[in-house]
């Protein structure tokens, strides 16, 4: 299967379920406002949609297609579209709990079947966009000053497990990052280009 969040411009959106087999969608499930990110749980059992716009993470059973939606917003909605304190990027843990950073201020760990969620402290203070883990490791960027986040560009490398973390400047913001191994296994994070309001980048 491919899960693939689908925004009309306007109002909630919907996740649409592709057979990769047939190439047919074999099912459409509504979303939340704008989502920026699709996740997929490690066994397959559900996909979920962070939804920018609504403070929303969606969860989709895998077998009945059934939506679940929790509110996500731990600095509260008070904006609402014209808000900076929304989510942007998520990562799945092992244990299937949902990691969304925000703000570079807190790590929110998401439990997708029952809405539960604990807090992890960041000393980041940069508005957080993308993220992955590099297993206990938590890499996320932040573009800078938005929002409650007051700090420059950076990486944050959180460990989700010890709490402990290093946060190394950027001369840009950046959209994106990705784990890199080279030949002889050493890890690295690969920071990618993307825009803001101010403008874009390779």
């Given at each position: 299967?491919?899960?693939?969040?689908?925004?009309?411009?306007?109002?909630?959106?919907?996740?649409?379920?592709?057979?990769?087999?047939?190439?047919?969608?074999?099912?459409?499930?509504?979303?939340?406002?704008?989502?920026?990110?699709?996740?997929?749980?490690?066994?397959?059992?559900?996909?979920?949609?962070?939804?920018?716009?609504?403070?929303?993470?969606?969860?989709?059973?895998?077998?009945?297609?059934?939506?679940?939606?929790?509110?996500?917003?731990?600095?509260?909605?008070?904006?609402?579209?014209?808000?900076?304190?929304?989510?942007?990027?998520?990562?799945?843990?092992?244990?299937?709990?949902?990691?969304?950073?925000?703000?570079?201020?807190?790590?929110?760990?998401?439990?997708?079947?029952?809405?539960?969620?604990t807090m992890i402290p960041s000393?980041?203070?940069?508005?957080?966009?993308?993220?992955?883990?590099?297993?206990?490791?938590?890499?996320?960027?932040?573009?800078?000053?938005?929002?409650?986040?007051?700090?420059?560009?950076?990486?944050?490398?959180?460990?989700?497990?010890?709490?402990?973390?290093?946060?190394?400047?950027?001369?840009?913001?950046?959209?994106?990052?990705?784990?890199?191994?080279?030949?002889?296994?050493?890890?690295?994070?690969?920071?990618?280009?993307?825009?803001?309001?101010?403008?874009?980048?390779?």
């Amino acid at each position: 299967r491919v899960y693939v969040a689908v925004t009309t411009g306007e109002g909630p959106a919907h996740l649409e379920i592709v057979d990769t087999a047939t190439r047919a969608v074999i099912g459409t499930v509504p979303a939340g406002v704008r989502p920026f990110d699709v996740l997929v749980a490690p066994d397959g059992s559900w996909a979920a949609t962070v939804d920018h716009d609504s403070f929303t993470v969606t969860v989709v059973d895998a077998e009945t297609l059934s939506p679940v939606t929790h509110e996500v917003a731990p600095f509260g909605s008070e904006g609402g579209l014209a808000s900076w304190e929304k989510p942007h990027y998520g990562a799945v843990a092992a244990d299937g709990m949902i990691l969304l950073p925000y703000q570079g201020q807190v790590v929110v760990r998401l439990d997708p079947r029952t809405g539960e969620r604990t807090m992890i402290p960041s000393a980041a203070n940069s508005h957080a966009h993308g993220t992955t883990l590099a297993g206990s490791r938590l890499l996320t960027v932040g573009t800078g000053a938005f929002g409650s986040a007051d700090g420059v560009p950076n990486l944050s490398i959180l460990d989700v497990e010890t709490g402990s973390e290093s946060v190394v400047p950027l001369n840009l913001p950046h959209e994106t990052v990705a784990l890199w191994r080279d030949e002889a296994g050493a890890e690295f994070a690969a920071v990618a280009g993307g825009n803001t309001r101010d403008e874009g980048w390779e």
